[in-house]
């Protein structure tokens, strides 16, 4: 078992623990005892999880959603709040979110407008929510674009139970590498290389356990120094989301969000190849990487389809975009750049 331990505020402190059997483990885990407990599970989860979850904390109250990106709507968060309202649910109460990012993104956004700010928990059944969605704060729902009601709200704790893993289908396992792959970049040159040392161990989920320990380790290192992104640091970790995002919109969200992240990589270093100078050979070898680990990189559609999209991506400031530049392996900065040159750079992508 690992535990992660990382001080995001005066307010917050992460503990993300991994390892196998953890679920069972949360009671003992929790630093203080809940008036009371709801855990909004997917119903297409692992019911084991839930058992373990839910009989590990006495009295509380299970709740079955549909997840996906469909639960991502304001109607589930009112939903949500009418059931910690009739719970009797206090800011001394808990909830857990138990399931993929769309789950963990709906209930912690549910969790920080209830009474002003809810303690949360966060169980991933999905790599993507283990290596990603359940560290950093981000909350919120789909309105019109992609996230665009929302909040920082950061749990309390993280429960990454590697068993889950065992159940989930190759492809839902390869689509959360793709966020790994882009913590590598922005990481650098160690865990890059690491990673194309370990491609057949990581494709087994031999090594998945060190790969989500690193990977996280990466993203609370960079959380902590902004937890609200706003001094600038937090924002390398939008990098392949501009594309990523605009080409979820533009498909009507039917390209998973790991495909298009590995997509947008790829797009967004060709543009840093332009706009910063980035040697060719950086992406040939992301490239290469995403290629074995069984992910895509190219784009599905036109550049010009998805510019409309990119227009309305909430990283926009008046003619300008905070845009994620590389300059090389552990060299990104975030910096506001004008949309029209990012879109020209993207050309080609």
Do not use: C, Q
């Amino acid at each position: 078992m690992k535990v992660l331990d990382e001080v995001i505020s005066e307010e917050y402190r992460y503990r993300v623990v991994i390892g196998r059997g953890v679920f069972g483990k949360l009671g003992e885990l929790l630093e203080w005892s809940p008036s009371r407990t709801l855990i909004v599970y997917d119903v297409n989860a692992p019911s084991w999880g839930v058992e373990e979850l839910s009989g590990s904390i006495p009295g509380a109250t299970v709740l079955g959603v549909e997840g996906g990106e469909g639960f991502k709507t304001l109607e589930s968060v009112l939903s949500l709040v009418s059931r910690m309202t009739s719970l009797g649910m206090d800011r001394s109460s808990l909830v857990i979110a138990y399931g993929g990012g769309s789950v963990s993104d709906t209930v912690g956004f549910a969790a920080s407008i209830y009474m002003r700010g809810l303690p949360w928990a966060v169980a991933p059944t999905t790599m993507l929510g283990m290596v990603d969605a359940s560290v950093g704060g981000k909350t919120g729902v789909n309105y019109g674009g992609k996230n665009i009601i929302g909040s920082f709200h950061h749990p309390r704790l993280v429960l990454v139970d590697t068993r889950v893993l065992d159940t989930l289908p190759d492809d839902e396992y390869r689509r959360g590498l793709a966020e790994v792959v882009k913590h590598a970049v922005i990481a650098g040159e160690g865990l890059l290389a690491w990673i194309e040392d370990n491609i057949d161990g990581i494709s087994s989920r031999r090594l998945a356990e060190d790969l989500i320990s690193m990977s996280l380790g990466v993203k609370l290192d960079i959380v902590s120094r902004d937890p609200r992104e706003e001094r600038g640091v937090r924002e390398v970790l939008n990098l392949g989301h501009t594309v990523a995002h605009a080409l979820e919109r533009a498909s009507g969200y039917r390209i998973p969000h790991g495909d298009a992240v590995s997509i947008g990589l790829v797009a967004e270093l060709r543009s840093s190849e332009k706009l910063a100078g980035l040697d060719p050979g950086v992406r040939a070898r992301v490239t290469e990487v995403l290629r074995r680990l069984g992910l895509p990189v190219s784009l599905p559609i036109p550049l010009e389809e998805l510019a409309e999209h990119i227009r309305l991506d909430k990283k926009r400031r008046g003619d300008k975009i905070i845009y994620p530049l590389v300059y090389g392996p552990g060299k990104v900065e975030a910096r506001p750049l004008p949309l029209d040159a990012v879109l020209e750079a993207l050309k080609g992508g």
